[in-house]
């Protein structure tokens, strides 16, 4: 088992930055691949991007692609997202996510464990 817990959203103006960071207790995170999904409340949960278990290979959704950075340190059990020019429309609970695998993966059916969210406001 894994559990991932969330921390960094905030209140940011438009054009700011933020980084978000998944720490992972429990079983060795450095095995699974992560991700990081946001949902705005009565919207289906959406892909933002994913990093295989060694930080080797990425993928980011068309959205927030040049602006976003996945990224993780294994020897600290953690996750980032990395935000910069954010947009109103990024406003939404980020949630990162982890799977039993190495490869990472834009579908959120594939992850087995889940934080329990971090909130993100930009406001304009």
């Known amino acids: 088992q894994v559990q991932l817990v969330e921390s960094g959203g905030g209140l940011v103006q438009a054009g700011g930055s933020l980084r978000l960071s998944c720490a992972a207790q429990g079983s060795s995170f450095s095995v699974y691949a992560m991700a990081w999904f946001r949902q705005v409340s009565g919207k289906e949960r959406e892909f933002v991007a994913t990093?295989?278990?060694?930080?080797?290979?990425?993928d980011y959704a068309d959205s927030v692609k040049d602006r976003f950075t996945i990224s993780r340190d294994n020897a600290k059990n953690t996750g980032y997202l990395q935000m910069n020019s954010l947009r109103p429309e990024d406003t939404a609970v980020y949630y990162c996510a982890a799977k039993r695998s190495f490869v990472a993966d834009s579908e959120a059916s594939e992850y087995h464990f889940w934080g329990q969210g971090t909130q993100v406001t930009v406001f304009s």
């Open positions: 990093v295989s278990w060694d930080g080797g290979s990425t």
